[in-house]
């Protein structure tokens, strides 16, 4: 049964100790329930099941079940804030598991109940993985394969574009993106199947408004005014990408225009995070 403690001291939000396999590759999985984002399979414990890959994630979360599952204790601490709420979380230390060959030991997962407190719906998934796990890794996306590639750091690459990366123990990385001419440094979030912009910021009148419409995300349910911006002229790191409709969001304190995979989906994309460089090609 999960224990539940009081105290006020728990396990501690640090990186990770990862032990680096060879190069390896997982597939990237869309189940039914979630047909435009990318799963990979994985393993804890005894416990299978799909991991949500979020690089727009700082830290790795767990659905509540997996805990349960698993025996282990869960201590109240703190919450976490997303674009539909505030929602409290746990904290709870993972036993040692493996993904994609490489050994992952010390790692403190958020916990929370992820069908009603995100827009992750699939009882088959263990949780999040955030960026303090994937930052410590060379990220290899080919949607033309459906493969994410997970390689531990290796030399500096000689090629590629400059990748802006952020945010202490758990950094995110930024591209540079150009929409409509206008450019700007854009975070890579695998975790949302659109690309947001602040369309007031740079100055655009949005092409629909659509009114109050539901939202769904870390916090659960809400509603939010949606506007849309059509926008025929992409180039992520100088490569130009498909036509998209971006959707409206206000940018302010500690926010960022996201890069969705209505965009990232269209490249061959690796995200050298410890060398601050990335490649782009088309899948």
């Given at each position: 049964?999960?224990?539940?403690s009081l105290?006020?001291?728990?396990?501690?939000?640090?990186?990770?100790?990862?032990?680096?396999?060879?190069?390896?590759?997982?597939?990237?999985?869309?189940?039914?329930?979630?047909?435009?984002?990318?799963?990979?399979?994985?393993?804890?414990?005894?416990?299978?099941?799909?991991?949500?890959?979020?690089?727009?994630?700082?830290?790795?979360?767990c659905d509540?079940?997996?805990?349960?599952?698993?025996?282990?204790?869960?201590?109240?601490?703190?919450?976490?804030?997303?674009?539909?709420?505030?929602?409290?979380?746990?904290?709870?230390?993972?036993?040692?598991?493996?993904?994609?060959?490489?050994?992952?030991?010390?790692?403190?997962c958020l916990?929370?109940?992820?069908?009603?407190?995100?827009?992750?719906?699939?009882?088959?998934?263990?949780?999040?993985?955030?960026?303090?796990?994937?930052?410590?890794?060379?990220?290899?996306?080919?949607?033309?394969?459906?493969?994410?590639?997970?390689?531990?750091?290796?030399?500096?690459?000689?090629?590629?574009?400059?990748?802006?990366?952020?945010?202490?123990?758990?950094?995110?990385?930024?591209?540079?993106?150009?929409?409509?001419?206008?450019?700007?440094?854009?975070?890579?979030?695998?975790?949302?199947?659109?690309?947001?912009?602040?369309?007031?910021?740079?100055?655009?009148?949005?092409?629909?408004?659509?009114?109050?419409?539901?939202?769904?995300?870390?916090?659960?349910?809400?509603?939010?005014?949606?506007?849309?911006?059509?926008?025929?002229?992409?180039?992520?790191?100088?490569?130009?990408?498909?036509?998209?409709?971006?959707?409206?969001?206000?940018?302010?304190?500690?926010?960022?225009?996201?890069?969705?995979?209505?965009?990232?989906?269209?490249?061959?994309?690796?995200?050298?995070?410890?060398?601050?460089?990335?490649?782009?090609?088309?899948?």
């Amino acid at each position: 049964m999960i224990a539940w403690s009081l105290l006020a001291c728990g396990p501690t939000l640090r990186p990770p100790e990862l032990t680096y396999g060879p190069p390896a590759a997982l597939p990237l999985v869309q189940p039914e329930s979630d047909r435009k984002r990318w799963y990979v399979p994985g393993r804890v414990g005894d416990r299978e099941g799909l991991w949500f890959v979020d690089t727009g994630y700082t830290n790795t979360t767990c659905d509540d079940d997996l805990p349960l599952a698993l025996g282990l204790e869960v201590v109240p601490r703190g919450s976490t804030v997303g674009e539909s709420g505030e929602v409290p979380v746990g904290r709870t230390r993972l036993p040692a598991f493996s993904l994609a060959g490489h050994e992952i030991e010390g790692l403190t997962c958020l916990v929370r109940d992820l069908p009603t407190t995100s827009s992750v719906r699939d009882p088959e998934v263990l949780g999040v993985l955030g960026m303090d796990v994937l930052s410590r890794l060379v990220l290899r996306f080919d949607p033309g394969v459906a493969e994410l590639g997970l390689d531990p750091p290796g030399e500096p690459p000689d090629d590629g574009v400059k990748l802006k990366v952020s945010g202490g123990r758990s950094p995110r990385a930024r591209l540079r993106a150009s929409l409509l001419g206008s450019e700007a440094w854009m975070l890579v979030d695998t975790g949302t199947a659109h690309t947001w912009v602040d369309g007031a910021r740079r100055g655009w009148s949005p092409t629909r408004d659509l009114g109050d419409r539901g939202v769904v995300g870390t916090g659960g349910s809400t509603t939010a005014r949606r506007l849309e911006y059509d926008i025929d002229e992409v180039l992520l790191g100088g490569v130009p990408g498909p036509p998209i409709t971006a959707l409206d969001r206000d940018v302010g304190l500690g926010r960022a225009d996201l890069l969705g995979l209505d965009v990232l989906a269209a490249y061959r994309l690796t995200l050298d995070g410890p060398h601050r460089r990335a490649t782009l090609s088309a899948p």
